[in-house]
C-alpha cells in the first residue's frame, strides 16, 4: 500500500486572506463553491476554520461515492487540513501570495493523501483518481475565483 496524492492549483486575482477566509467559511461560501460531485454537504460544528467539523459525500464517479467527516485544523496562517475521520484521506489546502498586475493575487494549492490499494486496483486508483480530483477541485477552485472576485 503506497501513498496516494493528487495536487490542484489556481491562481486567483484576489488577496490571499480573503481567499483563505472565504476557504474557511464552511458555513457561508465553501457550501456556494461546491460543484455537483458533492452531496449531503453538512456543517457538523464550528463553521469557520480551525475546529470545524464537516460531512459530505463526494461522488467520485457513478459507482464510487466517499463518506467524508472531516476535522479541520490549521498548518499555520496560510492554511489548514481536512482529516477524514472516515479513511486515511487528508486534504491540505495553502494560500501563498503572489504578485499580479492589479496588486495581490493568490496561488492556491489543494493536496489530497491517503494510503491507496494495491495491485491492479492501486495502479488504477494511483492513474485515474488524481485527474478525477483534479478536475473535480478545478471546478471548486473555479468558482472560488468568481466568488471572491465580487
Do not use: C
Amino acid at each position: 500500500m503506497g501513498t496516494v496524492s493528487a495536487t490542484t492549483t489556481r491562481r486567483i486575482e484576489a488577496p490571499p486572506a480573503r481567499v483563505l477566509a472565504a476557504l474557511a467559511d464552511y458555513r457561508g461560501t465553501r457550501p456556494r463553491l461546491l460543484p455537483a460531485q458533492f452531496t449531503d454537504y453538512e456543517v457538523v460544528s464550528g463553521g469557520a476554520g480551525e475546529g470545524t467539523e464537516v460531512r459530505w459525500k463526494l461522488h467520485a464517479t457513478k459507482k464510487r461515492v466517499r463518506d467524508v467527516h472531516a476535522d479541520v485544523t490549521a498548518t499555520d496562517s496560510h492554511g489548514f487540513v481536512e482529516a477524514d475521520r472516515n479513511s486515511s484521506l487528508r486534504t491540505t489546502w495553502r494560500v501563498e501570495s503572489t504578485e499580479s498586475e492589479d496588486g495581490d493575487a493568490s496561488e492556491v494549492l489543494v493536496t489530497h493523501e491517503w494510503n491507496g490499494a494495491t495491485g491492479v486496483g492501486g495502479f488504477f486508483e494511483r492513474t485515474f483518481a488524481p485527474r478525477g480530483l483534479d478536475r473535480i477541485y478545478g471546478e471548486l477552485l473555479d468558482n472560488l475565483a468568481a466568488d471572491v472576485a465580487r
